[in-house]
């Protein structure tokens, strides 16, 4: 049988502060005397129906542990530990995911965030061979005009490799903000070489994506998953190449699809659309990138040839160059099982 944890995959769809540790959370609320919901510590999500989940909760857990992130150290220990975590799922290629506007609390400007997150990406990629790649988010709660400032001082830090800006992202509530006032935001990402990838059709419908996709010309949708519906913006994705990011557990926890099986996984596996699965918020729905794999098998029924096609679609729609997809793809291919 297949062993998932060695399986080499990419993990392309992983949030600065939900990729915290519980026991990290612990150390730095009782550092700060920070009061922290004790749910946050269970499954904040799983004992409410799928009606009652959602986008409230889950943003006033985030609040309070990005508000246990102080210092230099603290924010250093973040990266640290989420490198360590995906070295030990097996993962070659992290491409986490930062807006530093959230940061600046820490006593640095924007720029002096985002050297700190570059910075620390280079080493910890060194220290535990998960190659981090940054991609810069800002909120769909923010203004156009900070939504261009934070695209034009990541645009200053364009690279595919450790510690570069890879991407630009828009995050935060599907269901805040209007789509196409990030648009001229999306356009100085581009024009500066950095791959575009908004959240967009999870909490809302396909309806978004062909929004998101006219308007910001992603190279990689985060979810998308909603998609599955339309088969029109199936073959529209298939034939622009452009990628999904899904999560299956954030699906569920946010209430998109009631169980694991509903997970369209299937579905996109006959698509002819290129998907990754990713974790996206471990500290709050208490599940890490190798979960998403198991969930694949237990869950899912996929065979082992099938996770395989996943790990091998994880690694080509990710950022990195074409020789580290190459040598990574070449690693999945050796494998016996
Ligand atoms: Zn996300």
């Given at each position: 049988m297949l062993d998932l944890k060695s399986l080499p995959k990419a993990h392309l769809h992983l949030h600065f502060a939900g990729s915290m540790k519980e026991s990290t959370l612990r150390d730095l609320s009782k550092k700060y005397n920070i009061s922290i919901p004790e749910k946050i510590y269970s499954n904040p999500f799983s004992s409410l129906p799928s009606s009652r989940r959602g986008w409230h909760l889950f943003q006033k857990l985030y609040d309070v542990a990005l508000s246990c992130i102080k210092t230099e150290a603290d924010f250093r220990r973040i990266i640290i530990e989420a490198a360590d975590n995906d070295m030990k799922d097996g993962s070659k290629r992290l491409e986490l995911q930062i807006n530093p506007n959230d940061y600046l609390h820490i006593g640095k400007s924007l720029e002096g965030v985002l050297e700190l997150a570059l910075d620390q990406a280079k080493l910890s990629s060194r220290d535990t061979g998960v190659e981090i790649a940054i991609i810069v988010a800002t909120s769909r709660t923010a203004s156009a005009k900070e939504a261009e400032k934070t695209a034009q001082v990541a645009?200053?830090?364009?690279?595919?490799?450790?510690?570069?800006?890879v991407a630009f992202g828009l995050s935060n509530?599907?269901?805040?903000?209007?789509?196409?006032?990030f648009k001229q935001a999306f356009a100085i990402a581009k024009q500066a070489g950095l791959y575009s990838v908004p959240h967009g059709g999870e909490l809302l419908g396909d309806e978004h994506i062909w929004q998101i996709v006219r308007a910001l010309k992603p190279d990689r949708i985060g979810h998308g998953v909603r998609a599955t519906v339309d088969h029109v913006m199936l073959e529209k994705l298939a034939d622009d190449e452009i990628a999904l990011e899904v999560c299956p557990t954030s699906n569920v926890a946010l209430g998109?699809?009631?169980?694991?099986?509903?997970?369209p996984i299937r579905e996109l596996l006959g698509s002819g659309v290129r998907f990754s699965i990713n974790a996206d918020d471990p500290l709050l729905f208490k599940s890490r990138l190798l979960d998403q794999y198991k969930l694949l098998r237990?869950?899912?029924?996929?065979?082992d040839r099938e996770i395989i096609r996943v790990a091998k679609m994880s690694i080509s729609s990710s950022f990195a160059t074409y020789s580290q997809k190459t040598k990574w793809l070449k690693e999945i291919d050796n494998i016996k099982y």
């Open positions: 645009s200053n830090y364009v690279g595919e490799q450790a510690g570069q800006v509530d599907e269901l805040a903000g209007r789509t196409k006032d998109v699809f009631q169980s694991h099986k509903q997970v237990d869950v899912n029924g996929l065979f």
